[in-house]
C-alpha cells in the first residue's frame, strides 16, 4: 500500500477578490508567456493545440506574427519559438475551480517538453498544459489533469488513482486570486468531473 502526501495550495485569504482579469491582464508586463526550442518532430500546429486549445486561422496569424522567423507552420527542428500572451484568449479562473497539477513551474520550455513526454503514457487520464496568469505570481505552467473538481477532496480521489510517480509529486491547487486567467480553451470548455 502506497501513500501519498498531498499538498493543497491556496491562495491568500486575507486578500480581497474584487480585481477583474480583464484589468489584471492589462497590469501584467511583456507580451510573450514564455520560449520553446523547437525539437524532434514538433510542429507549430501542435504546440498552438497543446498551449492554447485551438488553431483557428486567428490564432496561427497571431502566433506567427510573433515569430516572424518562421516560414511555415511545419517542422523547424531548432528553432526558438516565442509563445504569445494572447489576452483576447485569456479565460476567468473561478475562485473555487480546484486543480490537480502533476508539475508546476515557472519555466514553459521545461514543463512544455516535460507534458509532451508523459501525455500519452499508459495509464494516466486526459493531461492538459495549462498556462495562468496573474499580478502576484505571474505566470505559471501546469500540466494538469484535464477534469475540474468541485471539491478539494474529489481531486485527493483523482490523486490516489494516478500511477504513484506521479502521485507523489501531484498537488491540488484551489482557491486561486480573483486576477487569474488561463489560456487553454479545452480546459475552460471542461465538465466539472461530476456532470455527466
Do not use: C
Not at 94 to 119: G, P, R
Not at 157 to 176: H, Y
Amino acid at each position: 500500500m502506497a501513500i501519498v502526501f498531498l499538498y493543497v495550495i491556496t491562495a491568500d485569504a486575507s486578500k480581497p477578490a474584487s480585481v477583474d482579469a480583464g484589468k489584471a491582464l492589462e497590469k501584467i508586463p511583456g507580451s510573450v508567456l514564455g520560449t520553446i526550442s523547437m525539437k524532434g518532430k514538433m510542429t507549430l500546429w501542435w504546440i498552438l493545440e497543446n498551449i492554447y486549445g485551438e488553431t483557428g486561422k486567428e490564432i496561427t496569424q497571431q502566433f506567427t506574427a510573433a515569430n516572424p522567423q518562421l516560414k511555415s507552420s511545419g517542422n523547424t527542428q531548432g528553432v526558438v519559438i516565442q509563445v504569445p500572451l494572447l489576452r483576447d484568449k485569456a479565460r476567468p479562473v473561478k475562485q473555487d475551480t480546484v486543480i490537480v497539477a502533476l508539475d508546476k513551474s515557472k519555466n514553459l520550455e521545461a514543463v512544455y517538453h516535460e507534458f509532451i513526454n508523459v501525455k500519452d503514457r499508459a495509464n494516466m487520464p486526459q493531461l492538459l498544459l495549462l498556462s495562468l496568469l496573474n499580478r502576484r505570481e505571474g505566470r505559471q505552467f501546469l500540466i494538469a489533469l484535464n477534469q475540474k473538481f468541485t471539491t478539494v477532496q474529489e481531486a485527493q480521489a483523482a490523486v490516489n488513482r494516478l500511477p504513484l510517480e506521479f502521485a507523489a509529486k501531484a498537488q491540488v491547487l484551489s482557491k486561486w486570486d480573483a486576477d487569474t486567467v488561463l489560456f487553454n480553451r479545452k480546459y475552460a470548455l471542461e465538465k466539472k468531473s461530476n456532470e455527466q
